[in-house]
């Protein structure tokens, strides 16, 4: 009998057969090694370095004890990141400044969104609020 033909006496099979499980287990690894490999050349390669593109909404208002809340949504669309941006808002009435309030988000990473709040004295409904992105700083 030829040595590839011996039976293992534990579980009946040739030894030099592998099972179809590790087989599958194998090229289940193989595939996401290769995704992980062609998603980071990718990446390098074709991504878009672009500047940040900040854009600044109002998602709701709210009465609080000392004024009112404007809640905001950052969201950067741009292919780089940004960090410290000073986001402003503005009150206004008739072309005049009647109010102004800002915050400071310490990171906005790029294709994201992030929120936070603007507090007024005056109600945000009775004016023509303005919202806009001031600045940022490269990470």
Known sequence: MKEDEKKDSESGRNKSQTPALEWLA????????????????????????????????ADAVTKTEKGYLV??????????????????GKLKKGGEDMETSSVTFAYAPSHSKKEGGLIFAKNPHEFQ?????LGYENP
């Open 129 to 133: 609020m303005e919202l806009r992105a």
């Open 71 to 88: 809640k905001i949504s950052l969201e950067n669309k741009g292919g780089s990141n940004a960090s410290q941006v000073t986001v402003e």
């Open 26 to 57: 194998a090229a289940i690894g193989l595939i996401l090694v290769l995704s992980s490999i062609g998603f980071l050349l990718y990446s390098a390669i074709i991504k878009q370095d672009t500047p940040p593109d900040l854009n600044v909404v």
